[in-house]
């Protein structure tokens, strides 16, 4: 099992930054896919951006070039560097951790963290 507990957010004006951290009951790299999730008002719940044990990363196409995952093995943290924010990136953020064993797949969910971007 495994607990996530993010922290970061906050509300930033348009243009700003923010990094989000989620930090991780048990070592990273034994995670096989960590990644970044949100969900504005009235929308469904969406990836941002993922990194996988083996470093790779990727993002949605509205993130790239703007957001930056990565992760912290000494801290057990994962991070979502978050640049060049705009309105639209207003939302619920949460933490996910996806755990294949064999060919069992578990989900883990963080309790989320609150970003506004004013315009």
């Known amino acids: 099992q495994v607990q996530l507990v993010e922290s970061g957010g906050g509300l930033v004006q348009a243009g700003g930054s923010l990094r989000l951290s989620c930090a991780a009951s048990r070592k990273i790299s034994s995670i096989t896919i960590m990644g970044w999730y949100r969900q504005a008002p009235g929308k469904q719940r969406e990836l941002v951006a993922i990194i996988t044990s083996d470093g790779s990363t990727t993002y949605a196409d509205s993130v790239t070039g703007r957001f930056t995952i990565s992760g912290d093995n000494a801290k057990n943290t994962v991070y979502l560097e978050m640049n060049s924010l705009k309105p639209e990136d207003t939302a619920v953020y949460y933490c996910?951790?996806?755990?294949?064993?064999?060919?069992?797949?578990?989900?883990?969910w963080g309790q989320g963290t609150q970003v506004t971007v004013s315009s």
């Open positions: 996910n951790a996806q755990m294949i064993i064999i060919r069992a797949t578990y989900d883990y």
